[in-house]
Antibody, heavy 119, light 110 residues
């Protein structure tokens, strides 16, 4: 059974940083691209970032480019998102999601970790 | 950039009824790049449909998808109590690589 478990969220001041983690199990982690998707309070889903299985390729939404960094440690089956220069509008539940083989869709998701940016 | 517009924003129906959810793209998109998700509060989103009309693993056959070009539809033939949730359509953009979601349809019990 595929499982994705996020952690690392919390309350942070504007301009601050956090590192989010996602531990994966139930599949060959290094063989699949992974992603982060977020949902602001009362809003819909927004894709944030993606990374290839080997970590050679990374992709970002324009809204986070230059402030967020995605990475992974395949020896630990763990995906990361370093979030920096945080703004109030980054307040959201951050979901870890597994890409399908073709990168078109997200076939498994975690339950999310909440990041709140407030002074 | 392509925009996905879902309608209605909220759909109030009773168990046993048929639900029809719409997703309209601002320009023509490849149907292979369209997916639908179900999301309940406090839970992980779940992939329902991919390639516009293929059901994901374990999805019951009361869910179906259709459409092409700019108009895509998710249909739930007979609503079960567990189907009341938010539904999102999603499109893959190849160049530049990105993923667009519609704003969602909330399916609520009437």
């Amino acid at each position: 059974e595929v499982q994705l478990l996020e952690s690392g969220g919390g309350l942070v001041q504007p301009g601050g940083s956090l590192r989010l983690s996602c531990v994966a199990s139930g599949f060959s982690f290094s063989s699949y691209a992974m992603s982060w998707v977020r949902q602001a309070p009362g809003k819909g889903l927004e894709w944030v970032s993606g990374i290839s299985g080997s970590a050679d390729n990374t992709y970002y939404a324009d809204s986070v480019k230059g402030r967020f960094t995605i990475s992974r440690d395949n020896s630990k089956n763990t995906l990361y998102l370093q979030v920096s220069s945080l703004r109030a509008e980054d307040t959201a539940i951050y979901y870890c999601a597994k890409f399908t083989t073709n990168w078109y869709y997200f076939d498994y998701w975690g339950q999310g970790t909440l990041v709140t940016v407030s002074s | 950039e392509i925009v996905l517009t879902q309608s209605p924003g909220t759909l109030s129906l009773s168990p046993g009824e048929r639900a029809t959810l719409s997703c309209r793209a601002s320009q023509s998109v490849t149907r292979h790049y369209i997916a639908w998700y179900q999301h309940k509060p406090g839970q992980a989103p779940r992939l329902l449909m991919y390639g516009a009309s293929s059901r994901a693993t374990g999805i019951p056959d009361r869910f179906s998808g259709s459409g092409s070009g700019t108009d895509f539809t998710l249909t739930i033939s007979r609503l079960e109590p567990e189907d009341f949730a938010a539904y999102y359509c999603q499109q893959y953009n190849s160049s530049p690589r990105g993923y667009i979601f519609g704003q969602g349809t909330k399916l609520e019990i009437k």
